[in-house]
């Protein structure tokens, strides 16, 4: 858990239905006679092959026909460009949680 300052944000960034980059891509179950040689899955591909884990994928991101989407998250930048995001099941508890930034008087965001 980390205690963010208010005072420091420089800007605050609400992303709905954003298509990952192309690195990360959904492919298909191979079989050749009947054995597998591919797994389907959401595969990282940018510095080399891997099949992604269910606890990754459930934690960043959704797949809808083949394609891979970032959750909807909320991206909070610092003035010293440190950036801390958080991704949320719906796009509803992602706009409840900037309101709740905004509504909030205190002077620390608790980060977890």
């Known amino acids: 858990m980390i205690k963010l300052n208010k005072d420091f944000i420089h800007s605050v960034t609400l992303s709905t239905k954003e298509i990952a980059?192309?690195?990360?891509?959904?492919?298909?179950?191979?079989?050749?006679?009947?054995?597998?040689?591919?797994?389907?899955?959401?595969?990282?591909?940018l510095f080399h092959t891997r099949v992604l884990t269910q606890e990754e994928v459930?934690?960043?991101?959704?797949?809808?026909?083949?394609?891979?989407?970032?959750?909807?998250?909320?991206?909070?930048?610092?003035q010293n460009k440190e950036v801390h995001?958080?991704?949320?099941?719906?796009?509803?508890?992602a706009v409840e949680y900037v309101q709740k930034l905004n509504l909030d008087n205190s002077k620390f965001i608790i980060w977890k």
Do not use: W
Request: charged share 25%; no cysteine.
């Open 58 to 78: 459930d934690a960043r991101f959704k797949v809808e026909n083949n394609t891979v989407y970032f959750k909807p998250y909320v991206s909070i930048k610092f």
């Open 21 to 45: 980059p192309d690195y990360y891509k959904y492919l298909p179950e191979i079989k050749i006679l009947g054995i597998f040689v591919r797994s389907a899955g959401v595969y990282d591909t």
């Open 85 to 93: 995001t958080k991704f949320f099941d719906t796009h509803g508890a």
